[in-house]
C-alpha cells in the first residue's frame, strides 16, 4: 500500500500540471514530472475536504508583484522530499481561491515529518508550514481553483480506486493459502475467496462500462471509490478469520493489510466525506 500510496500521490499531482493552463509549467516542468526526473505529490487533502463542507481552507494567499506569498498549515502531505513539487490551494479572498504548483525547497516553507501512524508510515508524509511563501506566477496551477478542482476531482478519486482492489486480489491469495489449514475448516466461514474476488469482478466492470462513457459526474466515480473502501475493509477482516491466530502477530501480512484498509478509509475522500456528498 505505501507503494500504492506514493504512486498516487505522484499520478494526482501529474494529474494538476497535464490539466492547468499556465503555459510554463506545461512545457518546462510537465515532461520532467512525465519521465520521472521531478516527483509529484498533492497537497488537496485539505482543500477536499473544504469543498465537501468539512474544513476551512488552512492556507491563505496574498497577492503581491510577480505571484503571492502563501501562510498557513497543511496537517499531513505526502511523498516529499526537497526535490519534490506539491500542488495545494489557498484562499485569496472570500470569493476567490488560487490553485499553486509549491517546490519544497521553496523560502519560507518548513517540512515536519510525520510518523506514528497505524501503518503507512514509510509514505514520506509531513506536515508543511508557510510562514510568507512566495509563490511566483509561472508556478499558478489556476487563478480558478473551483473550476479547477472541478476539472481534476473524478481523476483524484479514479487513480485511488486501484490502491483498494490490490489489497482486496492479496487478501484472496492469502485465503487461497491457508484454505487447508485445520483439516480445511476455514470453508464454514461465511466469506470465501470467491466472494471477494467476485466483489473485485464486479467494482472493475463498473468502473470500465463508467471510462466507456464520453463524460460522467465525478459523484459516479466516488460511488465506486466508496464501495472500494468498505470491500477492501471486508476483504481485509476476512483474511484475518481465516489466517486465525497466525494473523494476529503483528509483522504478518494479514494485519499489515487490516492496518492499511483502515489508511484506505481515512484517505481523503474517507468513507465519512464519501458519505455525505453522496447523500446529497
Known amino acids: 500500500m505505501t507503494t500504492a500510496f506514493c504512486l498516487w500521490c505522484h499520478l494526482a499531482g501529474l494529474t494538476y500540471i497535464r490539466n492547468t ?7 518546462r516542468l510537465l515532461p520532467l514530472f ?35 506569498i502563501l501562510s498557513g498549515v497543511l496537517p499531513a ?9 506539491f500542488g495545494t490551494i489557498a484562499s485569496v479572498s472570500e470569493s476567490k481561491r488560487v490553485m499553486f504548483l509549491v517546490p519544497c525547497n521553496a ?7 510525520k510518523a506514528g501512524f497505524l501503518g503507512v508510515n ?24 473551483d473550476e479547477f478542482v472541478e476539472l481534476i476531482r473524478p481523476k483524484f478519486i479514479l487513480y485511488q480506486i486501484p490502491l483498494g482492489i490490490g489489497i482486496m486480489k492479496a487478501s484472496t491469495d492469502s485465503i487461497h493459502k491457508v484454505k487447508s489449514r485445520q483439516n480445511g475448516c476455514n470453508q464454514f466461514l461465511p466469506t470465501q475467496a470467491s466472494d471477494i474476488e467476485e ?48 494473523g494476529y502477530l503483528q509483522c504478518c501480512d494479514p494485519s499489515r493489510r487490516l492496518r492499511e484498509a483502515y ?17 446529497n
Open 34 to 68: 512525465e519521465n520521472g526526473e521531478l516527483l509529484a505529490a498533492t497537497g488537496l487533502s485539505n482543500p477536499m475536504k473544504y469543498y465537501a463542507g468539512l474544513e476551512k481552507l488552512h492556507l491563505c494567499a496574498e497577492e503581491t508583484d510577480g505571484g503571492y
Open 263 to 279: 489508511f484506505f478509509a481515512n484517505l481523503t475522500p474517507t468513507i465519512k466525506h464519501l458519505e455525505k456528498v453522496l447523500s
Open 199 to 246: 466483489t473485485i469482478h464486479q467494482i472493475e466492470e463498473k468502473l470500465e462500462q463508467l471510462l466507456k462513457k464520453e463524460s460522467f459526474h465525478w459523484k459516479e466515480i466516488a460511488k465506486i471509490r466508496l464501495e472500494t473502501a468498505y470491500s477492501t475493509l471486508e476483504a481485509t477482516q476476512a483474511s484475518m478469520l481465516h489466517n486465525g491466530s497466525a
Open 21 to 27: 493552463n499556465n503555459s510554463t509549467i506545461k512545457n
Open 77 to 85: 502531505v505526502s511523498n516529499l522530499e526537497e526535490s519534490h513539487w
Open 107 to 113: 523560502k519560507g516553507l518548513k517540512l515536519k515529518e
Open 122 to 145: 514509510g509514505s514520506a508524509t509531513y506536515a508543511c508550514q508557510f510562514d510568507q511563501v512566495f509563490i511566483p506566477n509561472e508556478y499558478v496551477l489556476a487563478e480558478n481553483a
